[in-house]
């Protein structure tokens, strides 16, 4: 969390340890606000934020009894996800810093140790966003994907797979199809084609394969 900490205001930070020790004691409406503010502009913060968002999250569960920071979370997340076409229209940065929040927020917070469902169809739905034509010609959008789906693909497709099939079937017609793709997007198309079908991982091989040439 160490990034995502220091990325913060002195008052955010002084707001997320109190409310840790005490969530009485905070305003957590003001501060789910303030990291999901920050994770829309800063894209090292919202790929951890998840783990910070978890942290208060369980601190309200065990010392308040109750979920008002996750609720108003959740809340502010489904607003930003219902503009998000006008958010990538607007910049494909915070577009980005969107999806891996969002991403970020399901990887870490559980609920009975299951995964917050009301995220899966908004994740799926920015993914596929992410798999179209236009969007495959832009290397920080295939970048974006080919991250999330290593980061929380498997969680996803255990949720519902029939939509991770289509998304791969997108994928694939994107690889095979597309023709303008630049040498980056298709390696990296490639790659998680195979991420997916030996199961998410990649023999040691493979890994060497696509890693040397994305070094060299």
């Given at each position: ?91 494909v ?17 559980k ?43 498997e ?37 998680i ?24």
């Open positions: 969390m160490d990034s995502a900490w220091t990325a913060l205001d002195v008052v955010t930070q002084t707001m997320v340890q109190k409310a840790i020790a005490d969530p009485k004691t905070v305003d957590l409406e003001k501060l789910s606000n303030a990291i999901v503010d920050q994770s829309l502009k800063d894209l090292s913060f919202c790929k951890d934020a998840g783990r910070m968002c978890y942290a208060v999250v369980q601190a309200e569960v065990q010392k308040a009894a109750t979920s008002v920071f996750r609720r108003n979370l959740l809340t502010r997340l489904q607003q930003e996800f219902t503009a998000r076409e006008e958010t990538r229209n607007r910049s940065q915070e577009w980005v810093c969107l999806v891996t929040f969002i991403c970020s927020i399901f990887d870490y917070i609920v009975n140790n299951a995964p917050l469902v009301a995220l899966v169809d908004p994740i799926y739905d920015c993914l596929f966003r992410l798999a179209q034509p236009d969007a495959l010609m832009n290397e920080e959008e295939v970048d974006c994907l080919v991250v999330q789906l290593h980061r929380v693909g969680q996803l497709e255990q949720t519902n797979s029939q939509r991770m099939n289509q998304l791969f079937y997108l994928l694939r017609d994107g690889f095979l199809l597309q023709e303008d793709l630049c040498s980056m997007t298709r390696l990296l198309l490639l790659e084609l195979e991420f997916r079908a030996s199961g998410w991982t990649l023999t040691n091989t493979a890994h060497k394969y696509y890693y040397s040439e994305v070094v060299d």
